[in-house]
């Protein structure tokens, strides 16, 4: 396999359900990022990895939390999400920072629904 | 704060050209890039500018303008192909990707 991919495609979920969005990359990339596609509205950047360590975390609730296990494996864990969290979750992975941040590769998405 | 604002829709016809404007303030700047999303698929890097003039790479331009704040991505000979969301985002001076909303581009024949 080569690029960046995810991990279910599609995924209903209830609000008390817990479930986890995985992303793998094979591009050899340093840093990994998770980001919120809302229909007609901008992506918004989660969180940012870069060597397994977190750099950012842009105020997302406590509900969304990540997880690093090396360079090439992320992980977004899901509990008690609302209807709002509805939405297409990117991830994504670039060449290390700072340099070749705005270059990003990204996976197929995952298609989350909250019911 | 930081935005950036580019149309929300446009439509063109196929074999003509097509200009998508893009305007940002962010905290500092470090590029404008360029990206393509089609329908339920992944956005891909199109273009990256760093510094004022227009970069070429074949049927699709960028250009930066950075004392106005302002890009535009021209294509060229469209093709139906070539129908797609065209996202524009700023670099800001963390190194992060300030995103606009995107340009849905309508090819008709």
């Known amino acids: 396999e080569t690029g960046v991919t995810q991990t279910p495609r599609h995924l209903v979920m209830g609000m008390t359900n817990k479930k986890s969005l995985k992303c793998e990359q094979h591009?050899?990339?340093?840093?990994m990022y998770w980001y919120k596609q809302s229909a007609k509205k901008p992506l918004e950047l989660m969180f940012v990895?870069?060597?397994?360590?977190?750099?950012e975390n842009n105020s997302v609730p406590s509900r969304f939390s990540p997880e690093c296990p090396n360079s090439s494996h992320l992980f977004l864990h899901l509990h008690t999400l609302q209807p709002e969290d509805s939405a297409l979750y990117l991830c994504?992975?670039?060449?290390?920072?700072?340099?070749?941040?705005?270059?990003?590769?990204f996976g197929q998405g995952t298609r989350l629904t909250v019911v | 704060g930081q935005n950036i604002d580019q149309p929300t829709e446009m439509t063109a016809t196929e074999g003509a050209i097509v200009q998508i404007n893009c305007t940002y303030q962010?905290?500092?700047?470090?590029?404008l890039f360029w990206y393509q999303q089609h329908a339920g698929e992944a956005p891909t890097f199109l273009s990256y500018?760093?510094l004022d003039g227009l970069e070429e790479k074949g049927r699709f331009s960028s250009f930066l303008s950075r004392s106005k704040g302002y890009s535009y991505l021209l294509l060229k000979e469209l093709q139906m192909k070539d129908s797609a969301s065209y996202l524009c985002?700023?670099?800001?001076?963390?190194?992060?990707?300030?995103w606009g909303a995107g340009t849905k581009l309508i090819i008709k024949p």
């Open positions: 962010t905290s500092g700047f470090n590029g």
């Open positions: 990895y870069n060597f397994k360590e977190q750099t």
């Open positions: 591009l050899g990339h340093n840093a």
């Open positions: 500018n760093v």
């Open positions: 985002a700023a670099l800001d001076s963390n190194y992060q990707l300030i």
């Open positions: 994504a992975s670039s060449q290390d920072l700072p340099d070749r941040a705005g270059e990003a590769f």
